[in-house]
């Protein structure tokens, strides 16, 4: 890069608070959506697969160097090579060969320290990758298993035959979603591509315009950007270590906890507000129809987040619902699910393996770990909140309206309180910011958790229509 133009990405970079390498990061970003678009000219199921192999490694390379690419073909190499010559076993080796190679990135990089100094590098990019390889090879190996008996997603997702190599690498690396997603299913992939399912032009109904969505997606990008550039100034983070912070009363932090982590999210809502849109104008975001007459197009496969639904969770349960969404449904179709034995409930075990995978695979930094140890035992709580409230008749209305605000005011106390480890990452500063409001957001559902085997509610009745039902 010449001269001028360093000059001229310093004092754009300066403009908007970010460094240099973010800046080109977020400019190789935005442009993942005119990239997309052009993918829909482009003839031929070959050739589209050529083109987002090439245009995911080109913009990788832009961003984070030619390293960056390097990276990205260990675990798809790896993958492939089981897919190809151990299909037995092929999902369990690529779960754990992709999952150490990440694990080895994160502690050679500890990315997050670089993210608070402004640096940036590929390992976000390597994340999403590693959770495409494990499921595409998840999915091959499922092919071998009968229909019965599986679950409804192994029986949606599951590939009878291998991808072609090209397929696979086009897979992995579409631009839309390569550099902080969402996920999706090898299988939708191939759809999309080839034209069939969903996205059949010569169906009765075929794959709507984008366009509208697209608009909605971006205005919604530019709304989080600007409420975040506003907000940070006021809530740094860096404020919990500052003297001033341990002055200030209880309320008075636990207060600004809140909005340090309000503030935060919007960083997050603009992310993937682009890559919502980057998905959707490529077609590849379609998910269907709606009920209603007429019919409406859905947009789920490229929503990552609900702002509404987690700002206003009325319960923890539903996080994973609203916040992440795909990588959510992921952890729950290849992790959380497989780990329920036949015949039986799942229970807390299965929810902090999931929690325990989800933050080995974000990062080896102790804030992750007790972020979602601590989000394990949130919904935990929250679990049996719903579960007392659900054991108040009917006819106490008022009281189940109580028990809903006290599920809702836990929700939020418990979720700001956690993501406090989630966003300073260190031991230490984690610790420290939990202990400036006495632990109150780990006691809690600690406390609810340990009164739910006391105070055990008994079932609802249902009424006798519904038992005739």
């Known amino acids: 890069m010449g001269g001028e133009g360093l000059v001229g990405m310093e004092a754009a970079a300066a403009a908007i608070g970010v460094s240099v390498p973010v800046l080109r990061f977020l400019i190789c970003f935005v442009t993942t959506i005119p990239v997309s678009w052009a993918w829909r000219a482009v003839p031929g199921s070959f050739l589209k697969h050529l083109y987002s192999a090439l245009t995911g490694a080109a913009l990788s390379y832009l961003s984070f160097g030619f390293s960056s690419n390097l990276h990205f073909l260990v675990p798809m190499s790896l993958g492939y090579i089981f897919m190809v010559l151990c299909r037995r076993y092929c ?10 190679y990440l694990i080895g990135c994160h502690v050679y990089y500890m990315s997050g320290d670089a993210w608070k100094e402004g640096g940036i590098d590929a390992t976000g990019a390597l994340m999403v990758l590693t959770l495409k390889v494990i499921s595409c090879s998840i999915n091959y190996n499922d092919g071998l298993l009968k229909e019965e008996g599986l679950r409804e997603a192994q029986k949606k ?16 690396l579409c631009c839309g979603s ?13 759809e999309w591509t080839e034209r069939k399912g969903l996205w059949n032009c010569d169906s009765k109904q075929g794959p709507p315009s984008p366009y509208g969505a697209t608009l909605r997606a971006l205005l919604q990008a530019a709304l989080c950007m600007g409420i975040y550039l506003y907000l940070v100034p006021y809530f740094p983070l860096s404020r919990f270590s500052e003297p001033i912070y341990q002055q200030w009363g209880f309320w008075k932090r636990l207060g600004y906890q809140y909005m340090s982590g309000f503030t935060a999210r919007w960083k997050y809502y603009f992310i993937w507000s682009i890559s919502e849109a ?5 077609g590849l975001g379609f998910s269907g129809w709606t009920d209603t007459v007429p019919p409406k197009p859905k ?22 619902l609203v916040w992440n969404i795909q990588v959510s449904t992921w952890l729950r179709y290849y992790v959380y699910e497989r780990l329920i034995q036949k015949g039986k409930k799942p229970g807390f075990l299965q929810l ?34 719903y579960r007392w409230q659900q054991a108040i008749p009917l006819s106490m209305d008022m009281l189940r309206k109580v028990m809903g605000f006290i599920n809702f005011a836990y929700t939020v106390l418990v979720l700001n309180y956690s993501c406090i480890g989630f966003m300073v990452l260190s031991m230490h500063e984690t610790l420290a910011s939990y202990g400036s409001v006495y632990y109150v957001g780990t006691i809690v559902p600690v ?3 340990l009164l739910s085997y006391i105070i055990k509610p008994s079932k609802p009745r249902r009424s006798q229509a519904h038992k005739d039902k």
């Open 91 to 100: 999902g369990i080796l690529t779960f754990f060969a992709a999952f150490g």
């Open 447 to 449: 406390v609810v958790i």
């Open 157 to 172: 997702y599951r590939l009878l035959k291998c991808p072609s190599l090209l397929e696979y690498v086009g897979y992995c």
């Open 178 to 190: 390569h550099f902080a997603g969402p996920v999706y299913e090898m299988k939708d992939y191939l």
């Open 352 to 385: 902090l393996v999931t929690q325990t995978v989800s933050a080995v695979w974000h990062g080896l930094y102790a804030g992750y770990i007790i972020f979602f140890v601590q989000s394990a035992l949130m919904i935990a709580g929250s679990r049996a909140i």
């Open 299 to 320: 947009w789920d496969r490229a929503k990552n987040v609900d702002i509404i639904g987690v700002e206003l969770a009325n319960s923890a349960v539903g996080l994973p």
């Open 278 to 282: 980057a998905i959707i104008i490529c």
